[in-house]
C-alpha cells in the first residue's frame, strides 16, 4: 500500500513493544508499555506557511491518542 500525505501531514509507524526486559523477563501483552516512538514513512509537501522539518526514516515521539489510524 503506497500512501502519499498531503499538506503538512505525515504517516509514521509505530514502533513494536518490548516483548523481554533486560533482565530477560518476559512480559506479557497487557503489561507491555506501548512506545510513542513512531518512524516517518512519507512526508507531505508542507504549506506555503508551514514547512517540513521531518524526513523520511527520522525517528518522532507523538502523543499517546493523536493522530488516525489506518
Known sequence: ??????????VIKKMEAEEKTKSGIVLPGQAQEQPQVAEVMAVGPGTSDIKMEVAVGDKVIFPK????EI
Open 1 to 10: 500500500m503506497n500512501i502519499k500525505p498531503l499538506g503538512e501531514r505525515v
Open 65 to 68: 491518542y493523536s493522530g488516525t
